[in-house]
């Protein structure tokens, strides 16, 4: 047996145990053929920008400006920037105390702050208290810091996760030493959330001497892409009073909402439209992000949480928690200014920064369609609609013979299939079982960001791949090489 | 008895234990003091740019150019950036797949750590393997993500951490679960390391049970300002290797070197030096920024670590955890990429490159001069000369009624005379028992960083301050209002 501090058997169990599919052995597969030269499209991770999205030209010339501030006394600077995104990094600036070479506060700029706390004010129609609201380096290390504070180690305390699940959960909470309690989404009921099958979820947890401490919901859903109806809301919510849980609420793809009948409406306004008890008393923590949404600045780890009925003593263990970190970055700061606060009606930048924008959501509302529509084509493979997010999780009904062959190969089922599919098409995609799922059902998850002139052939490229694997696995005559 | 989650009594014991002094008590109260109006000397933590220095231009111009692509192809932009900035940010733009808005792989972009195993080969005469080198935002994420897999909770396994330490130490250490193990600094022996002392340490960890796996080094020192001589680093390497520790090399201020008597001289090339079994057997893992050195770019978060003689397994478990988080933030690459890959001579921008960089080095040594200076003239005030790094450590000689008083009004003594300080003169330092001391000694820490021209009147202040507390606490006629 080895004995050095960092042998593999030496190090901490909860390291290993966590696993983070999303950059797991498909992409480490897809990387190898990538290195080895063949064409990969990587739609493993919603990472608009590395599919060919432009970023917005208004936030990347303010930022440009704050990060070049020698640039605002020279005589020609406004030869290539308008005025308005000199006056914004001016004002920007100003926010800073060494421009964004200094460290800000642990929570970030009081300056951005305060405009994301207008932001969400004009959003739910309650106003927002910035003392409430920490910057980060993405919403992940926000949700990490929020649940290494939940959960106590042991293994004892839980947290109640929809699956499928984003990763992110499952990962995060066995590294802190926490117990992932599942709740299903029906994939019949279009993702739906299950207010029995929560309280079961829980009962079961409790049998097994958990102590459930927090709900996650991510709206919109993260694979599963719907949009949670305020009715749902209001049901998690008044189950999370009920059972004292903490609410982390996931809404890092409030702007992606690709249909008209349920428009995204944040867990914070469906709670405080409640009113009474329940309004001042639940603990709901909100998560945000420049990742998502049209911004799609997801290399620049921008990100925030609001903090509601949170007691001031744990508000205060958690800036003391940030600190240690000393702050986030600032550049992501000023993205995330730029978000909440984008030009208005008016403003030189205004036309471009709303054709900019608007060409970005329009675009990816055709490719949702044009993504569901494809694996509804395909043999075997039955999609829900994306209503929102950036993602398909197609189920993909695997004939009995492939499973076989994917024991054989020492694989499971969903993972042998997207190898396969990797290796003749390309398409870099997350096996289901990345994100938990029942028993016996596989799917995979893509992103619907190819650009929307590449989705015609991917998605012919992809039902060319699926038909033919079912066509030989369905095949009476066995297995033959791919 | 409060049954929600998040009410103070529910929360994680680990993050109530964890303490972070650089931004406690002295500096909430600093930040209450400046928002009434007071005029605050910000010298609790090594934040450059805060406090005036200019950041480098070449840096700025990349990363601007890099953030603004579209001025790339304006036909204006060499009127205000020069060749050498447009060609490196085209460059770095790349090694990116979609500009800085896109997620590099999680260890961040395969260029820029090859250039940092340039710089590593260059400065040790070893090459170094880009594999084995992982950017992060800011050496504190790397150096909690590496004690997150040291330390397997239970309380029972421990750090060896120099005393006084800067504080990440020992806040990571309590929220990661484990045991800090102090190693005392000799004072009298210009903070040198005594492996005598250090042998006691462990022997005394080990009879309480604690298993002792890693070492921290800080080298130059925080907040001692000492540079460790090749002598010593082979001691400590030679005791690791006897103990199979995994040493862990702060070296973020390498660049911060103010004698010419004890250059700095890595962890890695000392060990690559000593050959033998060591030099392929000892697990070390050293840490660097662009937060310190001429650079100063805390604000940007970026930095990184390089893993050597760590078992490939749990270099891959690193990796893996990394991934959780999705990237570092891609513009704090670009910023390591500049620092360790500069202008080079006949470069367009090397002059200016060089003029700067320079300027605030010397001008780093000078102030390093005057505050050692400067204390050393103050009535029971002694203080070390600082070799390295960005601090003074001077040693508070606290008279016994000066002691009292502060147990009167509830305080540290130290916390006491700086709190005072702080009301009397708006300098915002950080009091020694934040960082750990021999009891019955009192120290603080503060950043040579005030601006040069700034210093007189700085040290002036702090004079008159301390001079007259002395002579206030020493008087016979006993406690007077400050």
Not at 45 to 50: D, I, Y
Not at 307 to 324: C, F, G, R, W
Request: a neutral charge; glycine letters at 10%.
């Amino acid at each position: 047996m080895s004995r050095k501090a960092l042998d593999y058997d030496n190090i901490n169990e909860n390291v290993k145990k966590a696993q983070y599919a999303v950059r797991g052995e498909l992409y480490l597969r897809a990387s190898e053929l990538q290195k080895e030269g063949k064409k990969i499209i990587f739609t493993n991770v919603g990472n608009p920008h590395a599919l060919g999205q432009k970023p917005l030209t208004f936030p990347r010339q303010v930022v440009a400006l704050c990060q070049a501030p020698f640039l605002l006394d020279d005589p020609n600077v406004g030869l290539i920037f308008p005025a308005d995104a000199i006056a914004k990094a001016k004002l920007y600036l100003s926010y800073t105390s060494g421009g964004l070479g200094a460290y800000s506060d642990s929570r970030g700029l009081p300056g951005i702050r305060k405009e994301v706390a207008d932001f969400i004010g004009r959003r739910d129609g309650y106003p927002s208290d910035p003392e409430l609201i920490y910057l980060t380096d993405g919403a992940s290390k926000g949700v990490m810091q929020i649940l290494q504070t939940v959960i106590r180690g042991s293994g004892r305390d839980g947290i109640l996760v929809p699956v499928p699940q984003y990763p992110l959960y499952s990962a995060a909470i066995s590294l802190f030493g926490g117990s992932l309690v599942p709740y299903y989404l029906e994939e019949s009921a279009n993702w739906g959330l299950d207010i029995t099958n929560l309280r079961q979820s829980v009962a079961q947890a409790r049998s097994q001497g958990i102590s459930v401490r927090a709900m996650v919901i991510i709206n919109p859903g993260n694979p599963t892409g719907q949009c949670l109806s305020v009715d749902n809301l209001q049901e998690i919510l008044r189950f999370c009073h009920q059972e004292s849980l903490v609410l982390l609420g996931d809404e890092v793809y409030q702007q992606n909402v690709y249909q008209d009948e349920r428009p995204f409406v944040s867990s914070r306004k469906v709670l405080l439209d409640m009113g009474g008890p329940i309004s001042r008393e639940l603990e709901l923590i909100s998560f945000h992000t420049v990742s998502k949404g049209f911004l799609g600045e997801c290399g620049q780890r921008g990100g925030y949480f609001e903090m509601t009925n949170i007691p001031p003593q744990t508000v205060d263990e958690i800036y003391k928690v940030a600190s240690i970190s000393l702050s986030p970055n600032v550049p992501g700061q000023i993205f995330m200014g730029c978000m909440v606060s984008p030009p208005k009606p008016g403003d030189i930048s205004y036309e471009q920064f709303l054709r900019e924008s608007k060409g970005i959501m329009e675009s990816l509302r055709k490719r949702a369609h044009m993504m569901t529509d494809g694996f509804n084509s395909c043999k075997n493979v039955v999609c829900n609609f994306t209503e929102g997010a950036m993602y398909s999780f197609p189920q993909i009904k695997l004939p009995p013979k492939a499973i076989e062959a994917a024991k054989r190969a020492g694989k499971v089922p969903d993972v042998f299939y997207c190898l396969k599919l990797l290796e003749a098409t390309g398409i870099s995609t997350v096996p289901g079982s990345g994100f938990g799922q029942k028993e016996g059902v596989f799917h995979l998850r893509t992103t619907i960001l190819p650009a929307e002139e590449d989705m015609p052939a991917i998605m012919d490229s992809f039902k060319k791949f699926n038909d033919s694997f079912m066509g030989q696995y369905e095949d009476q005559t066995g297995y033959s090489r791919m």
